[in-house]
């Protein structure tokens, strides 16, 4: 088994998932058969923020991150490029979406989705520290990071009021929505350490998230 040491082997994740997912997005499709937003061709992630822009960041949300979302933050902020929906070219009119958010271009949409979920979910902010809820921030689309009061740091996929476990951790999320498809023995060929890390499939079954996940 190969052994991780987290804080180093996240650095060397994020690192070559930027390099990678770059790679792959040189030369991307759109599958014209689906509905759904899609990564377009030539997406570039933006250039990673400063420990005072993550401060900032963090001050202005109103709770802390955690590690995993920082080192994140510090590789790539956000993609460039928005995504596509075509609805399968079904003739319904074209859609774009803010892809990957970035701040602090993203902020009021990271914002927004946030109070959408609450209102969903009738919480008041209040109520977030006086029940002690976990913070939940979105990383694409409806795929929220839980940053707080859980055991590691989980990804729900909620919709309006519903809410189930997406992926184990930030790093499988980012390999499930970039490399759909991929054959994670070509994806992962000299890089046994990050495919440990990642641990794609691997889903707690009995995972709880207080409120969010019960």
């Known amino acids: 088994m190969v052994k991780i040491n987290l804080g180093q082997e996240l650095d060397a994740f994020f690192v070559w998932l930027k390099k990678t997912s770059e790679k792959q997005w040189e030369t991307i499709e759109l599958n014209r058969t689906i509905y759904g937003f899609q990564i377009q061709k030539g997406t570039k992630w933006l250039k ?8 900032e960041y963090e001050q202005i949300m109103g709770f802390g991150f955690p590690e995993v979302y920082k080192l994140f933050l510090r590789q790539m902020n956000g993609t460039d490029k928005q995504t596509i929906n075509i609805y399968g070219e079904s003739g319904e009119p074209y859609r774009y979406g803010v892809g ?8 009021e949409a990271v914002k927004a989705r946030i109070a959408v979920v ?12 006086q029940q002690v809820i ?6 694409i689309e409806h795929r929220f990071l839980v940053m707080d009061r859980c055991e590691g740091n989980p990804v729900l996929s909620i919709y309006e009021d519903d809410s189930i476990l997406y992926a184990a951790s930030l ?6 929505e970039i490399f759909q498809g991929s054959d994670p023995k070509n994806l992962f060929a000299d890089n046994r350490k990050i495919e440990q890390l990642v641990r794609l499939g691997k889903l707690p ?10």
Not at 50 to 55: F, K, M, P, Q, T
Not at 207 to 214: F, G, P, R, T
Request: aromatic fraction near 12%.
């Open 205 to 214: 079954s009995n995972l709880k998230v207080k409120y969010w996940l019960e």
């Open 48 to 55: 990673g923020l400063s420990d005072s822009d993550i401060a």
């Open 171 to 176: 790093p499988q999320l980012l390999v499930t």
């Open 134 to 139: 976990p913070h939940i921030m979105p990383i």
């Open 118 to 129: 609450l209102e969903a979910f009738r919480v008041i902010l209040g109520a977030i520290e």
């Open 100 to 107: 990957f958010y970035s701040y602090p271009r993203d902020l």
